[in-house]
């Protein structure tokens, strides 16, 4: 079965303290039997800039393996930010912005944070938030943007983390452009994830190393075939429009 990872990094992260490299990537696709995955740069990138163009480069080695997620800090302006998403989204080819809401310090309802949406708007690809621990990590205050982007996917990263989980499949039920990526998820809330909105809930890791205890999850669900394909892969496929 074909398996879409909604949510890896690339490179150094000063804020966690974490680096995944290409190599370490080569071997989680091999290893894990990964299909393809969707790779954004950590929010506490030393030069976000210069990770996009290594997940690029890794993307044109890795065919239909890599698809790209962009990823760089709202605060730094309009010019800045907008020039690196015409970039990425333009002439990079990627399938999808990042809003870290604790990385960057940054709530989704900020006026910084409407570039981020204007140009998801712009190149028709979604918007992940982060959700879950941090700052301005609530899932709630997504709504008004979902409300105001009807077009915009908006992928709700690690689906609340648990301590919103509540917050993020309620979302998820009431707009049809609220999505939900489950990495971090405890195994209770996944099952009623799934149950309530199967056409809604993407596979991710986050991590190279979370992504065993990933695919032990849902395995541990005993799900049915097509359920477990949406979770996996027709999900992703359809709402990064992903041509695998």
């Given at each position: 079965?074909?398996?879409?990872?909604?949510?890896?990094?690339?490179?150094?992260?000063?804020?966690?303290?974490?680096?995944?490299?290409?190599?370490?990537?080569?071997?989680?696709?091999?290893?894990?039997?990964?299909?393809?995955?969707?790779?954004?740069?950590?929010?506490?990138?030393?030069?976000?800039?210069?990770?996009?163009?290594?997940?690029y480069r890794?993307?044109?080695?890795?065919?239909?393996?890599?698809?790209?997620?962009?990823?760089?800090?709202?605060?730094?302006?309009?010019?800045?930010?907008?020039?690196?998403?015409?970039?990425?989204?333009?002439?990079?080819?990627?399938?999808?912005?990042?809003?870290h809401t604790?990385?960057?310090?940054?709530?989704?309802?900020?006026?910084?944070?409407?570039?981020?949406?204007?140009?998801?708007?712009?190149?028709?690809?979604?918007?992940?938030?982060?959700?879950?621990?941090?700052?301005?990590?609530?899932?709630?205050?997504?709504?008004?943007?979902?409300?105001?982007?009807?077009?915009?996917?908006?992928?709700?990263?690690?689906?609340?983390?648990?301590?919103?989980?509540?917050?993020?499949?309620?979302?998820?039920?009431?707009?049809?452009?609220?999505?939900?990526?489950?990495?971090?998820?405890?195994?209770?809330?996944?099952?009623?994830?799934?149950?309530?909105?199967?056409?809604?809930?993407?596979?991710?890791?986050?991590?190279?190393?979370?992504?065993?205890?990933?695919?032990?999850?849902?395995?541990?669900?005993?799900?049915?075939?097509?359920?477990?394909?949406?979770?996996?892969?027709?999900?992703?496929?359809?709402?990064?429009?992903?041509?695998?």
């Open positions: 079965m074909k398996i879409i990872d909604s949510h890896m990094h690339l490179g150094e992260c000063r804020i966690f303290g974490l680096n995944i490299t290409e190599e370490q990537l080569v071997e989680y696709f091999d290893k894990y039997k990964i299909t393809a995955a969707i790779v954004q740069p950590f929010p506490g990138a030393p030069d976000p800039r210069e990770v996009h163009d290594r997940i890794l993307a044109k080695k890795l065919e239909n393996r890599v698809y790209g997620m962009a990823s760089i800090n709202p605060h730094l302006g309009r010019d800045v930010v907008g020039r690196e998403l015409e970039r990425v989204l333009g002439d990079l080819g990627f399938v999808a912005i990042k809003l604790a990385g960057h310090a940054v709530s989704p309802t900020n006026p910084a944070a409407s570039i981020v949406f204007e140009y998801a708007a712009k190149y028709k690809v979604p918007v992940m938030v982060h959700t879950g621990p941090g700052p301005f990590s609530d899932p709630m205050s997504v709504a008004p943007r979902a409300e105001e982007y009807t077009d915009v996917k908006i992928v709700l990263g690690h689906a609340g983390f648990e301590v919103y989980a509540a917050g993020a499949l309620w979302l998820a039920k009431k707009y049809d452009n609220v999505y939900l990526e489950i990495s971090w998820t405890p195994v209770y809330w996944l099952s009623a994830m799934i149950n309530e909105v199967p056409g809604k809930v993407l596979f991710g890791t986050d991590l190279v190393e979370n992504t065993p205890v990933e695919l032990a999850k849902i395995e541990s669900l005993n799900l049915k075939d097509e359920i477990k394909e949406l979770i996996l892969y027709k999900n992703a496929k359809e709402v990064f429009g992903l041509p695998i």
